[in-house]
């Protein structure tokens, strides 16, 4: 039997999972905490390999990654959440030791193809992921083809700027979308707010999370409804722009803010409508909640594995 090797590099918790070609139901996974040394994810990820392929030969291997990578190069270029991973070789490394093609990509890419083949996008041929949580991340099948661009690094969709010298972003820049829709950023809203003399049922928490202020939301505190309307007014910016550069027939939404529906989800939607050009983008448009949780990275690596081309092309049309 014929296995493939798919690898989710999480900030927290690494799994590797060995699939047949012919199924979306993994053999095994095995799931580590992520190491915090550099050298350490590599011999973490090839213990895992060396115990999965005595099910099967190897035909290739696809770690989904957090942050940007360079597929072409093999080559984490950083990990935010998963320090000293700067340039680092993954894919070079993976290809060298196991004599199979092994390639190194985005988490959210990965999602976007993982959603398209097996969650809420099948059948789509021109579809769009965003995943809201701690930060924004997203991904672009166009015409069953995933847009990575020149160097990888295409579709930041938290990275678009919605609020010129707003908030400072995780990138270094200002006024990005994710420095404004993403959790953290909804935290950092009513903190900040509550620093500044606002009053609020929060007032006395320390650590606010997004979650926090979503239950406080709920129970009628002014500020967090704020904060929510405010993540859910750029957002709907963002989407309008997004809708605009590329005509999806769908918008999958991820990440445990998105789930928030009547505070977060339901707002954007309605706002949309004021902010596009023409109606023709909302027809027969659909957005909906993610349907693969966790699993979406690493069934998209898998699934960019069975492919074996970013041009997704006519396999679209057979869904298991
Ligand atoms: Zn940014």
Redesign the pocket.
Known sequence: MSIIIAIDLGGTQLRVAAFSPQSSTPLRVIRTSTPTLRDEIFLEISKAIDTLKTEGELLGICAACPGPTDPARGIILSAPNIPGLENYPLGTLLQERYGVPASVQNDANMAAVGEWRYGAGRGHKDLLYLTISTGIGGGVICNNQLIIGAHGLAA?F??ITVLPDGPL?????RG?L??ISSGTAIARYVTEQIAAGRPSSLAEETNITARDVAMAARQGDALAKEAYDRAARFLAQGMADFLHLFNPSIVILGGGVSQSRELFFEPMQQLLQKLVMSSAYLKELQIVPAELGDDAGLLGAFVHVSLQQTVLGDLANSHL
């Open positions: 930041e938290g990275h972003c995780s990138c270094g820049q990005h994710e420095a």
